[in-house]
């Protein structure tokens, strides 16, 4: 059974940072594409860093040059660091692994940034 679990999330200050970590179970890790999602009260949810089996990443515009996603296949974890958080970062912050076209999802991790 695949598992993901987010940790890390809180409350922090404007141009505070936080790193964000998802471990996942049940399945070989490394060679699926995984990403990080955010939803803020009253919006959809949107996509915010991604990154393949082989290690491309890509971002979204509002958060290119403030957040770094990574992984470690060792630890069957993926990282989300977020540097020179904003007030619209809040949100639930949520991982998502694609296994051959099945999506599965964390609980989230609930990030508060305040002015």
């Known amino acids: 059974q695949v598992q993901l679990v987010e940790s890390g999330g809180g409350s922090v200050q404007a141009g505070g940072s936080l790193r964000l970590s998802c471990v996942v179970s049940?399945?070989?890790?490394?060679?699926?594409?995984m990403g990080w999602y955010r939803q803020a009260p009253g919006k959809q949810r949107e996509l915010v860093a991604a990154?393949?089996?082989?290690?491309?990443?890509n971002y979204a515009d509002s958060v290119k040059g403030r957040f770094t996603i990574s992984k470690d296949n060792a630890k069957n974890t993926v990282y989300l660091q977020m540097n020179s958080l904003k007030p619209e970062d809040t949100a639930v912050y949520y991982c998502?692994?694609?296994?051959?076209?099945?999506?599965?999802w964390g609980k989230g991790t609930l990030v508060t940034v305040s002015s």
């Open positions: 049940g399945l070989i890790f490394r060679i699926f594409p």
């Open positions: 990154v393949t089996g082989g290690g491309s990443t």
């Open positions: 998502k692994i694609e296994v051959i076209g099945m999506d599965y």
